[in-house]
């Protein structure tokens, strides 16, 4: 198995799905289904401790609340922010997500920047 330098955490399935077909690097995209228990955050802390941690969850206050959860124990994470008014990562358009992606120096498909 290929280890990956770059983890995405995003909130819900349709997020991951939506990220992955934008991406072409090898990335881990972890789905956190909402809210994260402690033994899950435990792992993720130990799984994630030595790679580049980038979260990225809908402009909501679920979002808000898990981004804060997830600011405390991956204080070196980078937070991106898709703009407030699509709300959902899942439905925000794909040109917004891939511009929020290459901005972080995440390769994308050149074909969702037009």
């Not at 072409?24 to 435990?42: A, F, Q, Y």
């Not at 699509?86 to 290459?102: F, G, K, N, S």
């Amino acid at each position: 198995m290929m280890e990956h330098e770059k983890v995405i955490i995003v909130e819900g399935r349709s997020d991951k799905k939506k990220i992955e077909s934008l991406i072409k690097e090898p990335v881990e995209i972890v789905c956190t289904n909402g809210t994260i228990s402690l033994s899950r955050m435990d792992e993720f802390i130990e799984q994630f401790y030595d790679k580049d941690v980038y979260i990225l969850v809908d402009a909501d206050a679920a979002g808000e609340k898990l981004r804060r959860q997830l600011q405390r124990e991956f204080p070196q994470a980078e937070h991106l922010y898709i703009d407030r008014a699509y709300r959902e990562v899942a439905t925000a358009p794909t040109q917004h997500l891939a511009a929020i992606l290459l901005s972080a120096h995440i390769d994308v498909n050149a074909d969702y920047l037009r």
